[in-house]
Protein backbone atom coordinates (compact mmCIF):
# COMPACT_ATOMS: atom_id res chain seq x y z
CA UNK A 1 0.00 0.00 0.00
CA UNK A 2 1.09 3.37 -1.11
CA UNK A 3 1.35 5.64 2.14
CA UNK A 4 0.70 9.33 1.59
CA UNK A 5 2.72 11.86 4.52
CA UNK A 6 1.31 15.58 3.85
CA UNK A 7 2.95 18.35 5.15
CA UNK A 8 2.55 20.46 7.18
CA UNK A 9 -0.28 19.64 9.12
CA UNK A 10 -1.83 22.91 9.88
CA UNK A 11 -1.05 26.25 8.22
CA UNK A 12 -2.34 29.72 9.38
CA UNK A 13 -2.01 31.97 6.89
CA UNK A 14 -3.82 35.44 5.61
CA UNK A 15 -5.86 36.38 2.88
CA UNK A 16 -3.37 36.96 -0.50
CA UNK A 17 -0.69 35.03 0.82
CA UNK A 18 0.59 32.14 -1.74
CA UNK A 19 0.72 28.19 -0.21
CA UNK A 20 2.75 25.11 -0.94
CA UNK A 21 1.21 21.93 0.70
CA UNK A 22 2.95 18.59 0.15
CA UNK A 23 2.41 15.28 -0.70
CA UNK A 24 5.19 12.58 -0.38
CA UNK A 25 4.68 9.22 -1.08
CA UNK A 26 6.50 5.72 -0.01
CA UNK A 27 6.89 4.48 -3.42
CA UNK A 28 7.03 5.74 -6.87
CA UNK A 29 3.66 6.84 -8.25
CA UNK A 30 4.78 5.85 -11.60
CA UNK A 31 1.56 7.11 -13.75
CA UNK A 32 1.46 10.78 -11.67
CA UNK A 33 -2.22 9.38 -10.77
CA UNK A 34 -2.27 12.24 -7.64
CA UNK A 35 -5.14 14.06 -6.96
CA UNK A 36 -5.69 17.21 -4.18
CA UNK A 37 -9.30 17.38 -2.87
CA UNK A 38 -10.42 20.45 -0.91
CA UNK A 39 -13.10 19.49 2.47
CA UNK A 40 -14.93 22.15 4.04
CA UNK A 41 -16.86 21.34 7.42
CA UNK A 42 -19.96 19.42 6.76
CA UNK A 43 -19.11 18.86 2.96
CA UNK A 44 -17.94 15.84 0.92
CA UNK A 45 -14.59 16.13 -0.48
CA UNK A 46 -14.05 18.52 -3.89
CA UNK A 47 -11.71 17.49 -6.54
CA UNK A 48 -9.40 20.16 -7.30
CA UNK A 49 -6.27 18.55 -9.30
CA UNK A 50 -6.25 14.87 -11.20
CA UNK A 51 -3.03 13.97 -13.18
CA UNK A 52 -0.07 15.77 -10.86
CA UNK A 53 -1.60 19.01 -12.09
CA UNK A 54 -5.12 19.15 -14.35
CA UNK A 55 -7.48 21.40 -13.03
CA UNK A 56 -11.05 19.49 -12.09
CA UNK A 57 -14.27 21.41 -14.32
CA UNK A 58 -14.76 24.82 -12.48
CA UNK A 59 -11.55 25.04 -10.53
CA UNK A 60 -9.86 28.24 -10.76
CA UNK A 61 -6.23 28.49 -12.15
CA UNK A 62 -4.85 29.97 -8.53
CA UNK A 63 -4.85 25.95 -7.83
CA UNK A 64 -2.21 24.23 -9.37
CA UNK A 65 -0.30 21.42 -9.04
CA UNK A 66 2.78 19.76 -10.09
CA UNK A 67 5.50 16.59 -9.03
CA UNK A 68 6.40 12.85 -10.17
CA UNK A 69 7.80 10.33 -8.64
CA UNK A 70 7.20 10.26 -4.68
CA UNK A 71 7.07 14.75 -4.13
CA UNK A 72 3.77 16.28 -5.28
CA UNK A 73 2.84 20.10 -4.22
CA UNK A 74 -0.36 21.72 -4.61
CA UNK A 75 0.01 25.21 -4.82
CA UNK A 76 -2.57 28.09 -4.22
CA UNK A 77 -1.29 31.19 -5.53
CA UNK A 78 -3.25 33.54 -3.33
CA UNK A 79 -5.47 32.83 -0.87
CA UNK A 80 -9.10 33.40 -0.82
CA UNK A 81 -11.48 33.56 1.93
CA UNK A 82 -13.07 30.78 0.65
CA UNK A 83 -10.10 28.28 0.19
CA UNK A 84 -9.57 27.93 4.12
CA UNK A 85 -9.95 24.58 4.50
CA UNK A 86 -8.57 20.93 4.85
CA UNK A 87 -6.85 19.57 1.60
CA UNK A 88 -6.08 15.62 0.99
CA UNK A 89 -3.90 14.34 -1.46
CA UNK A 90 -4.87 10.88 -3.20
CA UNK A 91 -3.12 8.78 -5.31
CA UNK A 92 -5.36 5.95 -7.50
CA UNK A 93 -1.80 4.64 -9.45
CA UNK A 94 -1.63 1.25 -7.16
CA UNK A 95 -4.66 -0.76 -5.52
CA UNK A 96 -5.62 0.09 -2.54
CA UNK A 97 -6.28 4.10 -3.58
CA UNK A 98 -4.96 5.74 -0.55
CA UNK A 99 -5.37 9.30 0.62
CA UNK A 100 -3.20 11.99 2.69
CA UNK A 101 -3.55 12.86 6.26
CA UNK A 102 -4.95 16.34 5.57
CA UNK A 103 -3.34 19.66 6.00
CA UNK A 104 -5.71 22.22 7.19
CA UNK A 105 -5.51 25.64 6.18
CA UNK A 106 -6.43 28.16 8.84
CA UNK A 107 -7.26 31.94 8.79
CA UNK A 108 -4.27 33.69 10.60
CA UNK B 1 -25.70 17.66 -13.64
CA UNK B 2 -25.23 14.52 -12.00
CA UNK B 3 -25.98 13.80 -8.19
CA UNK B 4 -25.31 10.89 -5.80
CA UNK B 5 -27.34 10.50 -2.80
CA UNK B 6 -26.01 7.09 -0.19
CA UNK B 7 -29.17 5.80 1.66
CA UNK B 8 -29.28 3.28 4.40
CA UNK B 9 -29.56 3.01 8.15
CA UNK B 10 -27.12 5.24 10.66
CA UNK B 11 -26.77 2.83 13.69
CA UNK B 12 -26.14 -0.47 13.51
CA UNK B 13 -25.28 -3.55 16.26
CA UNK B 14 -22.02 -5.24 16.35
CA UNK B 15 -21.75 -8.16 14.40
CA UNK B 16 -24.76 -6.93 12.11
CA UNK B 17 -24.53 -6.19 8.06
CA UNK B 18 -24.49 -2.88 6.53
CA UNK B 19 -26.39 -2.06 3.13
CA UNK B 20 -25.70 1.17 2.14
CA UNK B 21 -27.34 2.05 -1.34
CA UNK B 22 -25.88 4.85 -3.64
CA UNK B 23 -28.58 6.90 -6.21
CA UNK B 24 -27.48 8.16 -8.87
CA UNK B 25 -29.56 11.16 -10.70
CA UNK B 26 -29.20 13.45 -13.66
CA UNK B 27 -26.87 10.74 -15.40
CA UNK B 28 -26.22 7.36 -16.44
CA UNK B 29 -24.69 4.99 -13.96
CA UNK B 30 -22.96 3.26 -17.23
CA UNK B 31 -19.10 3.22 -18.07
CA UNK B 32 -17.97 4.88 -14.72
CA UNK B 33 -15.85 3.77 -11.41
CA UNK B 34 -18.19 4.03 -8.92
CA UNK B 35 -16.89 4.09 -5.63
CA UNK B 36 -17.41 4.09 -1.90
CA UNK B 37 -14.93 5.69 0.99
CA UNK B 38 -14.92 6.13 4.36
CA UNK B 39 -14.14 9.01 6.78
CA UNK B 40 -12.97 8.78 10.59
CA UNK B 41 -11.56 11.28 12.79
CA UNK B 42 -8.73 8.65 13.64
CA UNK B 43 -7.77 7.04 10.41
CA UNK B 44 -8.99 10.25 7.81
CA UNK B 45 -9.93 8.98 4.34
CA UNK B 46 -10.47 5.37 3.37
CA UNK B 47 -11.07 3.92 0.26
CA UNK B 48 -13.13 0.82 0.11
CA UNK B 49 -13.48 -0.01 -3.11
CA UNK B 50 -15.26 0.37 -6.73
CA UNK B 51 -17.62 -1.31 -9.23
CA UNK B 52 -17.73 -0.82 -12.75
CA UNK B 53 -20.56 -0.72 -14.64
CA UNK B 54 -19.81 -3.92 -16.41
CA UNK B 55 -19.70 -5.02 -12.96
CA UNK B 56 -16.11 -6.05 -12.57
CA UNK B 57 -15.15 -4.74 -8.42
CA UNK B 58 -11.94 -4.19 -7.04
CA UNK B 59 -11.72 -4.03 -3.16
CA UNK B 60 -9.68 -2.54 -0.35
CA UNK B 61 -7.41 -5.90 0.64
CA UNK B 62 -7.74 -4.73 4.11
CA UNK B 63 -11.42 -4.92 4.16
CA UNK B 64 -12.05 -7.51 1.33
CA UNK B 65 -13.30 -10.31 3.20
CA UNK B 66 -16.37 -8.14 4.44
CA UNK B 67 -17.46 -6.44 1.87
CA UNK B 68 -19.67 -6.72 -1.61
CA UNK B 69 -19.57 -4.23 -4.11
CA UNK B 70 -23.27 -4.81 -6.51
CA UNK B 71 -24.70 -2.08 -8.96
CA UNK B 72 -28.03 -2.00 -10.35
CA UNK B 73 -28.09 -0.57 -13.68
CA UNK B 74 -31.74 -0.12 -14.13
CA UNK B 75 -32.11 1.32 -11.01
CA UNK B 76 -28.75 3.97 -11.66
CA UNK B 77 -27.96 2.70 -8.16
CA UNK B 78 -25.01 0.93 -6.61
CA UNK B 79 -24.56 -0.47 -3.29
CA UNK B 80 -22.56 -1.34 -0.37
CA UNK B 81 -22.73 -4.62 1.94
CA UNK B 82 -20.25 -4.90 5.07
CA UNK B 83 -20.30 -7.59 7.08
CA UNK B 84 -19.07 -8.06 11.03
CA UNK B 85 -19.57 -4.68 12.32
CA UNK B 86 -17.51 -3.60 14.70
CA UNK B 87 -16.93 -0.12 16.33
CA UNK B 88 -14.28 0.82 14.09
CA UNK B 89 -16.81 0.96 11.03
CA UNK B 90 -18.32 3.90 12.56
CA UNK B 91 -17.44 6.25 9.89
CA UNK B 92 -19.14 8.58 7.12
CA UNK B 93 -20.06 6.76 4.46
CA UNK B 94 -19.47 8.23 0.82
CA UNK B 95 -20.37 7.37 -2.53
CA UNK B 96 -17.82 8.98 -5.28
CA UNK B 97 -17.73 8.58 -9.14
CA UNK B 98 -14.58 8.05 -10.98
CA UNK B 99 -13.48 10.40 -13.97
CA UNK B 100 -14.43 8.66 -16.90
CA UNK B 101 -11.51 7.24 -18.61
CA UNK B 102 -10.61 4.25 -15.81
CA UNK B 103 -9.35 3.94 -12.86
CA UNK B 104 -9.61 7.18 -11.87
CA UNK B 105 -9.80 11.02 -9.29
CA UNK B 106 -13.29 11.30 -8.36
CA UNK B 107 -15.02 14.27 -9.66
CA UNK B 108 -18.82 13.62 -8.40
CA UNK B 109 -19.36 13.16 -4.29
CA UNK B 110 -22.59 11.93 -2.08
CA UNK B 111 -22.81 14.54 0.81
CA UNK B 112 -22.09 11.35 2.56
CA UNK B 113 -24.24 9.21 5.26
CA UNK B 114 -23.23 8.79 8.88
CA UNK B 115 -22.95 4.62 10.02
CA UNK B 116 -22.71 4.58 14.01
CA UNK B 117 -21.98 0.99 15.18
CA UNK B 118 -22.68 0.55 18.54
CA UNK B 119 -24.74 -1.79 21.19
Known amino acids: EIVLTQSPGTLSLSPGERVTLSCRAS???????LAWYQQKPGQAPRLLIY???TRATGIPDRFSGSGSGTDFTLTISRLEPEDFAVYYC?????????FGQGAKLEIK | QVQLQESGPGLQKPSETLSLTCTVSGGSISRYYWNWVRQTPGKGLEWIGYIFSSGNTNYNLSLKSRITISIDTSKNQFSLRLTSLTAADTALYFCARGLPGGEDAFDIWGQGTMVTVSS
Open chain 1, 27 to 33: QSVSRSY
Open chain 1, 51 to 53: NTS
Open chain 1, 90 to 98: QQYDNSPFT
